[in-house]
C-alpha cells in the first residue's frame, strides 16, 4: 500500500519554528517530486514548495522563501519542511504529495498523485 504519512505539527508562536516530515511506505520517495501544500480554513489549498526528484531542485511560495526550507533524506524515505519566523497567516493543514514525472506547475493540486492526511500547524501567541 502507498502511503505519504506527515508528522510535525503543533502550535508555536509567531516568530517559532517547526519541522514538518513527509514519510513514505510502500514506494521509494526518492524517485517522486515532491510538494508541500497547506490549507487554512475557508482558503483553497495552495503550493507551498516543492523539491525534485533527482536533483532536489526547490520551488517555493513568494510568501514563504527565505522562511521555509524543503529538503529531503534519501536514506530515511523521507522530505522536511523547515519553517521558520512562523507568522499566524502560516497556520493551516500541510499536505505532503507526490507525482513520478517532474512538472513546472508544481503548484497545482491535481498534479500530484498521492497525498498525506496532514498536519495541523497552528500559529498564535
Known sequence: QLQLVESGGGLVQPGGSLRLSCAASG??????????????????????????????????????????????????????????????????????????DYTVDWSNISKYTYWGQGTQVTVSS
Open 27 to 100: 514506494f521509494n520517495l526518492n524517485w517522486y517530486n515532491l510538494a508541500w501544500f497547506r490549507q487554512a480554513p475557508g482558503k483553497e489549498r495552495e503550493g507551498v514548495s516543492y523539491i525534485t526528484d533527482i536533483t532536489s531542485r526547490t520551488n517555493y511560495a513568494d510568501s514563504v522563501k527565505g522562511r521555509f526550507t524543503i529538503s529531503r533524506d534519501k536514506a530515511k524515505n523521507t522530505v522536511y519542511l523547515q519553517m521558520n519566523s512562523l507568522k499566524p497567516e502560516d497556520a493551516g493543514v500541510y499536505y505532503c504529495a507526490a507525482r513520478r
